[in-house]
């Protein structure tokens, strides 16, 4: 990705709240901005229930946005008409955790990847049957997969028919739900080199959420920690890595296994205590107060700012 390259989204104070209750409010993405610059990938990390994948549907028009926008070159997705969403989705896709679950199993694998084909009437005849199979070979299957079902294939390979349905209808936008989170650690690795190769051939611009940290360093060129609907942190890849600067950061970083048993053994583990707050009606203040070993009184009355601190570094934290 080229440095310089223009954002393709950008995501302003983006809010998505979920009543659930007569006064009770589940804020799953509460005021969240990032840009993606075309080519780039983003990845969104964080434990399970910080708001992630709710982020990722919001940003795609699948839930419709409580406050904020998503702007996508420079046209906000929840304005869209029935005509304008429909080009939407032909330039944005998504690929999803589970590549059994969204298969269809009554449906042959030539028809799955061929049904965006279909919609956007891309193709036909012997012109989308040739697309399909080359679709297949680009993801590493063959043309023989085209007439099996998805009950067929392994994990991993369903993911790839997952990662060509995605690719039928040429999107420049992916939204990578958790896609290697199902996978054997031997698969993980094949399925993110071939998002890279595709992502260098294709010119794809990627939001990948996961929660395997290390995965997500080989892939993104920035990323952004999420804790309970809010960004914490935002920065590039290495700078995050080498530099993480907001203590939730720090201890989620302190967790990856490393290879070398002897830093292993001896490296510094930052513990989490307590409890993680319920997202049902949040206490004012930093949502990661009753967990960070460095809280103040100011923590638990003001919410701290997300503000860049250098240069593409974003941090919520009054520490910092
Ligand atoms: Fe910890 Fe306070 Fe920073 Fe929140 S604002 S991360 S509680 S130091």
Redesign the pocket.
């Given at each position: 990705m080229k440095k310089d390259a223009k954002v393709l989204i950008e995501v302003k104070n983006l809010k998505k709240y979920f009543k659930v209750g007569p006064n009770a409010t589940l804020k799953a993405v509460d005021d969240v901005s990032f840009f993606i610059r075309k080519g780039e990938t983003l990845g969104l990390v964080g434990e399970s229930g910080c708001g992630k994948t709710t982020c990722g549907r919001t940003v795609m028009g699948m839930y419709k946005a409580t406050g904020g926008e998503v702007m996508f070159d420079g046209i906000d997705i929840h304005k869209l008409n029935k005509s304008e969403k429909k080009k939407f989705t032909r330039r944005a896709q998504m690929i999803f955790q589970d590549p059994y679950a969204s298969l269809n199993p009554r449906m042959t694998v030539g028809d799955i990847v061929g049904e965006g084909i279909d919609i956007h009437g891309l193709y036909s005849g012997q012109e989308r049957t040739d697309r399909i199979y080359n679709l297949l070979e680009i993801v590493g299957l063959n043309k023989e997969h085209a007439s099996r079902f998805a009950h067929e294939f392994s994990g991993g390979q369903r993911q790839r028919i997952g990662i060509a349905r995605a690719l039928a209808i040429e999107p420049e936008f992916i939204v990578c739900d958790e896609p290697i989170s199902a996978l054997d650690v031997s698969i993980q690795a094949q399925v993110v080199n071939l998002l890279i190769k595709l992502q260098q051939e294709l010119g794809l611009t990627y939001l990948f959420i996961a929660h395997d940290l290390s995965m997500v360093k080989h892939i993104s060129d920035r990323v952004g920690v999420m804790y309970l609907g809010s960004m914490?942190e935002l920065a590039s890849s290495h700078v995050l890595y080498d530099k993480p600067l907001?203590?939730?950061t720090q201890a989620l970083l302190s967790a990856i296994p490393v290879p070398d048993p002897e830093i292993e053994r001896t490296k510094k583990r930052i513990k989490l205590e307590g409890e993680v707050p319920s997202p049902i009606n949040p206490k004012p203040?930093?949502?990661?107060?009753a967990r960070?070993?460095?809280?103040?009184p100011?923590?638990?009355e003001k919410t701290?700012e997300f503000k860049e601190i250098e240069k593409d570094h974003f941090v919520?934290?009054?520490?910092?």
């Open positions: 914490v907001h203590p939730y203040g930093c949502k990661f107060a960070c070993r460095y809280a103040k100011i923590c638990k701290p919520a934290c009054h520490l910092v």
